[in-house]
Nanobody, 122 residues
Framework: QVQLVESGGGLVQAGGSLRLSCAASGSIVMIHSMGWYRQGSGKQRELVASMSSDGNANYADSAKGRFTISRDNAKHTVALQMNSLKPEDTAVYYC????????????????WGQGTQVTVPS
């Protein structure tokens, strides 16, 4: 089993910055993709950014130029640096891990963290 624990959410004024962190634990050999999704009130969950194990990053258009994703493969962690935050960034942010290879040879297709709230008042 894979557990993801996020930290770093909070309330920040428009134009400010926040850094989200996520650590995966369990009997993990490797994680193919780690990333961040978000879900605003009344909205569907959407991809914010993801990064493959070889370092290829993918960003939503809304995140390009403002957010930066990074990961440490050895520590099974992923972070999201968010700058120039806007009220429309307000959402619950979820850490995601895909295709997690475990020590038993099992591949866990998708795991989610519990979510962390980011609030940017208008």
């Amino acid at each position: 089993q894979v557990q993801l624990v996020e930290s770093g959410g909070g309330l920040v004024q428009a134009g400010g910055s926040l850094r989200l962190s996520c650590a995966a634990s369990g009997s993990i050999v490797m994680i193919h993709s780690m990333g961040w999704y978000r879900q605003g009130s009344g909205k569907q969950r959407e991809l914010v950014a993801s990064m493959s194990s070889d370092g290829n990053a993918n960003y939503a258009d809304s995140a390009k130029g403002r957010f930066t994703i990074s990961r440490d493969n050895a520590k099974h962690t992923v972070a999201l640096q968010m700058n120039s935050l806007k009220p429309e960034d307000t959402a619950v942010y979820y850490c995601n891990a895909q295709s997690v290879v475990t020590t038993t040879g099992t591949i866990v297709r998708a795991s989610w963290g519990q979510g962390t709230q980011v609030t940017v008042p208008s």
